[in-house]
Nanobody
């Protein structure tokens, strides 16, 4: 069993920055996928960024150039640096972990955190 705990959410004004963290309860192989998803009220959960084995990362188009996903395998921690935040980034952000083959599909991820709220005001 793997437990994921997110932190770092909060309220900021547009243009501000936040850094989300996701602490895993145990080691997860570096080639496994870890990702950030988000869900706004009344909307489906959507993928934001994926960290794959070999340092490969993927981002949804709307966050490219603003968000950076990274992982510290020694600390079993995943991060999401979010810069130049926009009101449309407001959502609950979730950390997820899954097997090496993964994409934006939520069903591919075996483990989920409880989420951390990000609110961006204009």
């Amino acid at each position: 069993q793997l437990t994921l705990v997110e932190s770092g959410g909060g309220s900021v004004q547009a243009g501000g920055s936040l850094r989300l963290s996701c602490a895993a309860s145990r080691y997860s192989p570096s080639n496994n996928c870890m990702a950030w998803f988000r869900q706004a009220p009344g909307k489906e959960r959507e993928g934001v960024a994926i960290s794959r084995g070999g340092g490969i990362t993927n981002y949804r188009d709307s966050v490219k150039g603003r968000f950076t996903i990274s992982r510290d395998n020694a600390k079993n921690t995943l991060y999401l640096q979010m810069n130049n935040l926009r009101p449309e980034d407001t959502a609950m952000y979730y950390c997820a972990a899954g097997p090496p083959f993964c994409d934006w599909s939520t069903w591919r991820y075996n483990y989920w955190g409880q989420g951390t709220q990000v609110t961006v005001s204009s």
